[in-house]
């Protein structure tokens, strides 16, 4: 550390990212990003924009939003769009947390990283032993709540009814329901904005659009957070967006039939890789995500994770507390998933 950084820095733990290995023929099932390219318009819609590249971005953000509300069925002045879902986050943790936040012990590492740079009091409250949210640990909680839904790392899902049982009992407080893998297999909590205003649904183009590397989140909210969410943009960073980015998420967004066509095929490898997993001795939690979180009967996570690693397989395994004994693996292709299975075969010994 230099003597420049602000002291209340001092103690800040980053996010840790999963490991970014290229090059090397490494099956990748760590970060959850899709094993399908973007929606086959994205290409020609980023090339597009090399042309304009020489002016600043579109600052109405366009296409984009109207595309983005139609398909999420609310007003253009609903939504908002976000350099990455995490920078949406940013700013609510910075601008939207008044009487601090709230989140569970187990969920996206990075609600904590924030509370800690933006200085937010946080009260954490525990997953139940199985890893569900009890939804009367949430009432009156008189903090900015955050959950993600599926959960990140468990997969685990509310059901719409739930997250609706803690936004009524939250009606003076933020909720914000981040959506990341919503669309593999949980319900959206979108269509309960119409009676609710505390509520923030989050969402991104990373996972099931197939646009990590684009940097492309969206939240969906009443005219007033929506507003105040823009009023932070613009007093940080106007163009958040870049042109290419934009291009490519109207194209994807333009194309509903291959969006819903990766969602299915990634349930259908979920389910089929969760069949697999157990015949060799796995316990799967009921993920509606896009990937799995399992745990050995017999064997360490963290001697499968090394010996997955040395066969070229990358899966997350989180040295930390109650899940330490998990794995966390992404839903690969349909080849993905084969040769992990194969690999664990061999690395369990299992006979075929
Ligand atoms: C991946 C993820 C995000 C961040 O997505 P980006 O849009 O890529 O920034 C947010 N929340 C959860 C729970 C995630 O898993």
């Known amino acids: 550390m230099s003597n420049y950084l602000d002291k209340r820095l001092k103690g800040l733990q980053p996010y840790v990212p999963g490991e970014q290995l290229r090059g090397r023929k490494i099956i990748k099932l760590n970060t959850n990003e899709s094993p399908f390219p973007p929606a086959p318009g994205v290409r020609t819609a980023v090339e597009r924009e090399i042309d304009s590249l020489s002016l600043y971005p579109d600052i109405s953000g366009g296409s984009l939003m109207t595309g983005l509300a139609a398909w999420l069925g609310v007003g253009r002045e609903n939504v908002f769009a976000g350099n990455g879902s995490d920078e949406i986050l940013a700013f609510l943790f910075q601008g939207f947390c008044p009487n601090g936040a709230v989140f569970a012990d187990l969920t996206y590492g990075f609600y904590s990283v924030y509370a800690e740079l933006y200085h937010v009091d946080t009260e954490i409250i525990p997953l139940k032993e199985d890893f569900t949210i009890d939804v009367k640990d949430y009432a009156n909680a008189g903090r900015t709540i955050f959950i993600a839904n599926p959960n990140a790392p468990t997969g685990i899902a509310l059901s719409r009814n739930e997250v609706e049982e803690i936004v009524k009992s939250n009606r003076d407080t933020l909720v914000v329901i981040d959506e990341a893998y919503v669309h593999f297999g949980a319900e959206s909590c979108v269509s309960l904005l119409e009676k609710y205003d505390n509520l923030m649904v989050v969402g991104t ?100 994770y090394l010996a997955l690693k040395e066969q070229n397989i990358l899966v997350r395994w989180f040295n930390k507390p109650r899940i330490d004994n998990y794995l966390r693996i992404s839903i690969g292709s349909d080849r993905d998933m084969a040769v992990l299975v194969e690999a664990l075969k061999v690395i369990l010994q299992v006979k075929a």
């Open 205 to 304: 183009f990373s996972k099931s659009r197939s646009l990590a590397g684009a940097r492309l989140g969206y939240a969906v909210s009443s005219r007033e957070l929506i507003a105040d969410l823009e009023r932070i943009k613009f007093s940080f960073n106007p163009y958040n967006i870049n042109q290419m980015t934009m291009a490519a998420g109207t194209a994807s967004l333009s194309d509903q039939d291959y969006f819903d066509e990766c969602c299915v095929k990634i349930a259908d490898i979920r389910s089929n890789c969760i069949s697999e997993l157990q015949s060799l001795g796995f316990v799967c939690t009921n993920s509606s995500a896009n990937f799995v979180f399992v745990r050995h009967q017999a064997r360490q996570a963290q001697e499968l």
